[in-house]
């Protein structure tokens, strides 16, 4: 039974001022305290204690009702064993890893997210170890190891999808977007940014919105889109603002100030770090000390104030110090160093500068993680070499001393007797020089042995490598279809569809896209460069962009669609000048109206068929190639209409289908016997449409190999 409380509170209070927590807090407090202090039974008492734990974002309460959390269930797992008990215990030993984290005690922090993780595996609670790796994933993404952080951050993402704990996603998928974000993958970074966003909207998670914010700020800071960051990085505030949470009010202001000196706004940059002074005021959050006194030092040395900027950089140096991450402490000391130098300390100066290029040079990165992976595979390959070479001059050796031994026998018989002398003292030393021969073989035979073991190794290493790289071509497969719109809604205003995918590797190039206004619906099939991983990442490049063209920007005119979607993916792919890239996707964008039956469509090389009473309509479309920036400037796109009728079937492709190789000569598939095939289909409902595709692709195929990614969308007016 519980014991009796004398704390209302029931935590020591001792240097918390309750009247001045923040509303939400308090709020909290007033809420639960009622229900923790009336619980008739710790396992009623630790579930109110465990809510309080997660929600309070004041630093000095949260630690300690996670410390109650482990009282509780320790006091309770000395009379019984219960999964319960040590479920909330794993859960509170994680936070308090979480704790060490933020105040920059690495160590503490791994110690208590692999205890918790022990602890969690070990009631079997696959569920919970979510949490803990999840933050074992961020402490290695601060000390630099990228490919650990996401290797966790995957694994953390699929746990919590495979339990459909869909909001618990939006951390992780934050987490692995700022990696991204972090090697410069921003496409790649904004989807996961938005993927995140969107989800956090629809469980009103006003804590991950705000997160959110700010690192699309970032996104947009980095394309010097510097309107549009500092917008993002005020909701951000405003945000964390609402909720009280300090650490993450700060970290918006640290941002916005960095944006402010870099457009020469120095009051307004002044202003933001000071508030986030002020804020941080009796926190631990050593790295946002760090932020706000290296901008303010940064702004009074443009200023020429070097006694003030020299106080501000010292100290943020000493903080960066303290928790060691080698990023913060190579931006300190590289500031410090500067200073130094202006006020004429050069040994100090120099000693800085030597300390950032250190920092440089152990910072670990994705090209490293390549690089090393490649020199794994050249040793691999030169150790089986030097092995076969060892083994065969084993073979020769051992070959030469059993003809000697052939030979010594032959001269014994023939020399007899009166040689036996003679004999006997050679006989010696060929016993001595045989000695020294096995030695050598036995030698050699070590050296065989041990490096077959590393080999094995080596092996095992590459092959879980291997493993790890196909798990994630795997989930990528999963992402690639989740962007993908549910046909459901479409049915609701067409007679039937259908989508006949089949990609030429795991993942696929093609893809389709649609969107439901007041009016009308809007829906396309899409064929980007390549296939595979490379095609997969322009498909998700091309669903983004045209969620952002229709959904935020409200175009829905087909041709002035394409024409945006053309400036977009110039803009994306020519961002580093490189003339030689000519990736893009060929695609035929349609509308309809759902009063008039209207349809309007504009594409670039890909056409579209219509089947109206087994005659077939052909729609050809314009030789444009989306983001070519000749085309951009001299090419205009053609809008078509056309009036629908009931019963007619649209047909929109990719040209995976027509291009196939097969047959007896292996010779293409070709455009006339694909239009003979629709309008032979045309009779039967969709569903069996699309099993007659898959059926005729096959006899067509036969054992040979697919050429490219296939899909086929038939829509029935």
Not at 148 to 154: C, F, H, V
Not at 409 to 417: A, C, P, Q, V, Y
Not at 512 to 518: A, D, K
Not at 666 to 687: C, D, H, M, T, V
């Amino acid at each position: 039974m519980l014991s009796a409380q004398t704390n209302y509170y029931l935590i020591d209070t001792t240097g918390i001022n309750i009247s001045a927590l923040e509303k939400n807090d308090q709020h909290l407090l007033d809420s639960v305290l009622p229900l923790a202090n009336s619980a008739s039974h710790d396992s009623i008492l630790i579930q109110h204690i465990d809510f309080l734990a997660e929600n309070c974002w004041d630093e000095v309460l949260w630690p300690r009702y996670n410390q109650m959390l482990i009282e509780i269930a320790d006091r309770n797992l000395i009379k019984e064993y219960n999964t319960t008990f040590l479920s909330f215990k794993a859960s509170a030993i994680s936070n308090i890893g979480l704790m060490f984290d933020n105040q920059g005690k690495t160590v503490l922090a791994i110690e208590n997210y692999k205890a918790a993780l022990v602890l969690f595996e070990k009631i079997g609670d696959k569920k919970g170890t979510s949490s803990p790796i999840n933050n074992l994933g961020k402490v290695y993404y601060n000390i630099g190891d990228i490919e650990k952080a996401l290797s966790y951050y995957l694994k953390a993402l699929k746990l919590r999808e495979d339990f459909g704990e869909e909001e618990k996603t939006i951390v992780v998928n934050n987490n692995i977007a700022k990696v991204y974000q972090e090697q410069g993958e921003d496409s790649v970074s904004e989807f996961y940014f938005r993927k995140a966003l969107k989800t956090s909207l629809k469980y009103n998670n006003k804590h991950v919105q705000a997160i959110t914010h700010h690192h699309l700020g970032k996104v947009f800071y980095r394309k010097n889109q510097l309107d549009s960051a500092l917008v993002y990085y005020k909701i951000s505030y405003q945000l964390r603002k609402e909720i009280g949470h300090k650490h993450g009010m700060a970290e918006s202001l640290h941002s916005m100030g960095s944006l402010y000196t870099s457009i020469d706004r120095e009051d307004e940059a002044f202003a933001a770090y000071d508030l986030s002074l002020k804020i941080l005021e009796g926190t631990n959050y050593l790295n946002g000390f760090i932020s706000a006194k290296s901008g303010l030092a940064t702004l009074y040395f443009q200023r020429g104030e070097n006694q003030k900027a020299l106080t501000l950089a010292e100290s943020a140096f000493e903080y960066a110090q303290k928790i060691g991450f080698p990023d913060v402490i190579k931006k300190t000391s590289g500031l410090l160093s500067e200073i130094y130098a202006a006020v004429g300390k050069f040994e100090k100066a120099l000693e800085m500068q030597i300390l950032r290029i250190q920092m440089r040079d152990s910072l670990v990165n994705l090209d490293n993680t390549k690089s090393v992976y490649k020199q794994q595979v050249d040793f691999n390959f030169q150790q089986k070499e030097q092995a076969l070479i060892i083994e065969e001059e084993k073979r020769k050796l051992i070959s030469r001393q059993e003809k000697e031994k052939k030979n010594l026998i032959i001269t014994f018989i023939s020399i007899g007797l009166l040689l036996l002398i003679g004999f006997t003292v050679f006989l010696y030393n060929r016993f001595r020089l045989i000695k020294k021969q096995n030695a050598l073989i036995e030698e050699q035979k070590r050296v065989v042995d041990e490096q077959q073991v590393k080999l094995v190794g080596i092996n095992d290493e590459l092959s879980s490598k291997n493993e790890m790289i196909t798990d994630s071509i795997f989930y990528a497969k999963k992402i690639q279809k989740a962007i993908l719109p549910d046909l459901a809604p479409f049915r609701e205003y067409v007679q039937d569809i259908f989508v006949f995918s089949q990609p030429k590797d795991i993942v696929s190039g093609d893809f389709y896209w649609g969107y439901r206004t007041e009016k009308e619906i809007l829906f396309t099939v899409a064929d980007c460069t390549g296939h595979g991983v490379p095609g997969a990442f322009m498909s998700l490049i091309g669903s983004n962009i045209l969620d952002k063209i229709v959904g935020e920007m409200n175009i829905t005119r087909p041709d002035l669609i394409l024409e945006q979607l053309s400036k977009e993916i110039y803009t994306r792919l020519q961002a580093e000048n490189d003339a030689d890239v000519k990736d893009g996707m060929d695609l035929v964008m349609c509308s309809v109206n759902l009063e008039t039956k209207k349809l309007q469509l504009a594409g670039a090389y890909n056409p579209m068929y219509i089947v109206r009473d087994k005659e077939i309509i052909q729609f050809k479309t314009d030789r444009y190639q989306l983001g070519n920036p000749d085309h951009l400037e001299n090419k205009n796109i053609t809008l078509q209409t056309f009036d629908l009728k009931t019963d007619d079937i649209l047909y929109l492709f990719s040209d995976g289908f027509p291009d196939q190789k097969g047959g007896e000569k292996g010779k293409k598939y070709f455009y006339q016997p694909f239009r003979e095939l629709l309008i032979k289909n045309s009779g039967l409902s969709l569903a069996e449409q699309k099993v007659n595709f898959g059926k005729e692709l096959e006899a067509w195929k036969g054992e040979k190999e697919q050429m490219d990614d296939i899909l086929i969308m038939g829509l029935k007016i």
